[in-house]
Antibody, heavy 118, light 113 residues
Framework: QVQLVESGGGVVQPGKSLRLSCAAS????????MHWVRQAPGKGLEWLAV????????YYGDSVKGRFTISRDNSKNTLYLQINSLGPEDTAVYYC???????????WGQGTLVTVSS | DIVMSQSPDSLAVSLGERATINCKSSQSVLYSSNNKHFLAWYQKKPGQPPKLLIYWASTRDSGVPDRFSGSGSGTDFTLTISSLQAEDVAVYYC?????????FGQGTKVEIK
């Protein structure tokens, strides 16, 4: 069965950087687009970024463009999200999700919590 | 970016009654080459990841109870829960996957009256 397991979250000081990981199993990772979505406490879902199956194309939400970088290693079945210059507004649960070609997000990880605090 | 607007922000429905959630996109999400609306609905419960309910505006995902249905076209879409069950208490989100920058609606909280 499809499994997506995020890691790398924790308490981070403002201004620092963080890299989140998403380990995928149960499907052919290299055939699917992959996304990051977050939910801040008490807020709605915010789409962050997508990377194509082969890593050649990336797109970002306006609020994170230039500060977040999505990447993947198909040899390791792992998705990444590099977050720079963390601020309190980045406190959220971060989810990775799988996208079949042209379709919606059909499988999600359980999420990893990032708390930005001094 | 395509802006997704949901209404209402919250609603309370009696068990067994119908719940209706609306979603409006700021521009069409219809892809003319395949005549499909790139519109999905997700259910989000506290402490759980979002769950895909509906895609292509009206196709139920595998295993989703048939009391959930999606409809609409162009820029106006609806999620209907025909007979609300206790386990349906959640926040529901519409999402467009038409553009390269995806967007969610703000969410609609469904509670039991």
């Amino acid at each position: 069965q499809v499994q997506l397991v995020e890691s790398g979250g924790g308490v981070v000081q403002p201004g620092k950087s963080l890299r989140l990981s998403c380990a995928a199993s149960g499907f052919t990772f290299s055939r699917y687009g992959m996304h990051w979505v977050r939910q801040a406490p008490g807020k709605g879902l915010e789409w962050l970024a997508v990377i194509s199956y082969d890593g050649r194309n990336e797109y970002y939400g306006d609020s994170v463009k230039g500060r977040f970088t999505i990447s993947r290693d198909n040899s390791k079945n792992t998705l990444y999200l590099q977050i720079n210059s963390l601020g309190p507004e980045d406190t959220a649960v971060y989810y990775c999700a799988k996208q079949p070609y042209g379709g919606p997000l059909d499988n999600w990880g359980q999420g990893t919590l990032v708390t930005v605090s001094s | 970016d395509i802006v997704m607007s949901q209404s209402p922000d919250s609603l309370a429905v009696s068990l067994g009654e119908r719940a209706t959630i609306n979603c409006k996109s700021s521009q069409s999400v219809l892809y003319s080459s395949n005549n499909k609306h790139f519109l999905a609905w997700y259910q989000k419960k506290p402490g759980q990841p979002p769950k895909l309910l509906i895609y292509w505006a009206s196709t139920r995902d595998s295993g989703v109870p048939d009391r959930f249905s999606g409809s609409g076209s162009g820029t106006d879409f609806t999620l209907t829960i025909s007979s609300l069950q206790a386990e349906d208490v959640a926040v529901y989100y519409c999402q467009q996957y038409y553009s390269t920058s995806w967007t969610f609606g703000q969410g609609t909280k469904v509670e039991i009256k």
